[in-house]
């Protein structure tokens, strides 16, 4: 069991990035993207079931983030428009297998079982 995160780096405010996360193995229930900024709890971004009938954002990204799914049902993207300075942390994408019942299980570090390296996003004002 695997996952990989990529596509971070710097970019100026007002810009974009993709991130990316395959997950090797399995077929998963739900994924997510998660963030943490030195000094903070990492935060819940986005979330997806496998199939893609339910998807969630946090407010702070809401309109400005969209999740995808990969090329395979194993695998997901993070399409990240309008950066600003505050979205600056390491990015984590986590897997999860279970059942969730409700967008609030979604959100919960708690309910993912597998997570990924993490990958910095810089963004410059």
């Known amino acids: 069991v695997q996952l990989q995160a990529s596509g971070g780096g710097l970019v100026e405010a007002g810009g974009s990035l993709r991130l990316s996360c395959a997950a090797s193995?399995?077929?998963?229930?739900?994924m997510g993207w998660f963030r943490q900024a030195p000094g903070k709890e990492r935060e819940f971004i986005a979330a997806?079931?496998?199939?893609?009938?339910?998807?969630y954002y946090a407010e702070s990204v809401k309109g400005r983030f969209t999740v995808y799914r990969g090329n395979v049902k194993t695998a997901m993207s993070l399409q990240m428009n309008s950066l600003k300075p505050e979205d600056t942390a390491v990015y984590y994408c986590?897997?999860?297998?279970?059942?969730?019942?409700?967008?609030?299980?979604?959100?919960?570090?708690?309910?993912?079982?597998?997570w990924g390296q993490g990958t910095q996003v810089t963004v410059s004002s």
């Open positions: 193995g399995r077929l998963w229930d739900a």
């Open positions: 997806r079931n496998w199939r893609g009938d339910r998807t």
């Open positions: 986590a897997a999860a297998l279970g059942r969730f019942d409700d967008r609030y299980d979604y959100y919960s570090l708690r309910k993912y079982d597998y």
